[in-house]
Antibody
Framework: QVQLVQSGAEVKKPGASVKVSCKAS????????MHWVRQAPGQGFEWMGW????????NYAQKFQGWVTMTRDTSISTAYMELSRLRSDDTAVYYC????????????????WGQGSLVIVSS | EIVLTQSPATLSLSPGERATLSCRAS??????LAWYQQKPGQAPRLLIY???NRATGIPARFSGSGSGTDFTLTISSLEPEDFAIYYC???????????FGPGTKVDIK
């Protein structure tokens, strides 16, 4: 079965960087776009961007451009999201999620999600 | 950027009742409108994609409808496990971005 297993919780100081990993299993890693979405405590969801695990191409939400970096290591079926210059309002649960696809086309919905990685930014 | 609004913010119902949740977009949305269920401490679960297609393993009591700017998620008869927060989400074709609504909480009356 498809599983996305994320790295554990992190506590960071303002101005630091954090790198969250997402290890995929149960499917062919390069076949599905990997997205990153975050959810601040008690809040809704904010889409951060995606990476095409096959090509390494990325598309970041405008808000996060210059600030987030998404990478992947196909040899270990793992995607990464690094967020720099952290601020207190970056405190959130960060999720990786695959995009549903059929017939070679992405369908704009997230069908499998990791368990989430809590990042706390505090001095 | 397309903004999604959901109503009501909270829906208080009893098991067995019908739930009707609304999602409205600030401009016309392509086919890519999805609905998710989230329970406390859990990741979201995809319920509906392409506005009306049930995701794999989703019970038939969940249905989606709508087009353009107005979309609806209906739960025909609430089961105890359906009390949760529901989010709609859309994908814009250009630029390719994804946005979520603020959610509707369905709680037990």
């Amino acid at each position: 079965q498809v599983q996305l297993v994320q790295s554990g919780a992190e506590v960071k100081k303002p101005g630091a960087s954090v790198k969250v990993s997402c290890k995929a299993s149960g499917y062919t890693f390069i076949d599905y776009y990997m997205h990153w979405v975050r959810q601040a405590p008690g809040q809704g969801f904010e889409w951060m961007g995606w990476i095409n695990p096959n090509s390494g191409d990325t598309n970041y939400a405008q808000k996060f451009q210059g600030w987030v970096t998404m990478t992947r290591d196909t040899s270990i079926s793992t995607a990464y999201m690094e967020l720099s210059r952290l601020r207190s309002d970056d405190t959130a649960v960060y999720y990786c999620a695959t995009e549903l696809a059929a017939g070679g086309s992405e369908l704009g919905a997230f069908d499998y999600w990791g368990q989430g990685s809590l990042v706390i930014v505090s001095s | 950027e397309i903004v999604l609004t959901q109503s009501p913010a909270t829906l208080s119902l009893s098991p067995g009742e019908r739930a009707t949740l609304s999602c409205r977009a600030s401009q016309s949305v392509s086919r890519y409108l999805a609905w998710y269920q989230q329970k406390p401490g859990q990741a979201p679960r995809l319920l509906i994609y392409d506005a009306s297609n049930r995701a794999t393993g989703i019970p038939a009591r969940f249905s989606g409808s709508g087009s353009g700017t107005d979309f609806t998620l209906t739960i025909s008869s609430l089961e105890p496990e359906d009390f949760a927060i529901y989010y709609c989400q859309q994908r814009s074709n250009w630029p390719p971005t994804f946005t979520f609504g603020p959610g509707t909480k369905v709680d037990i009356k």
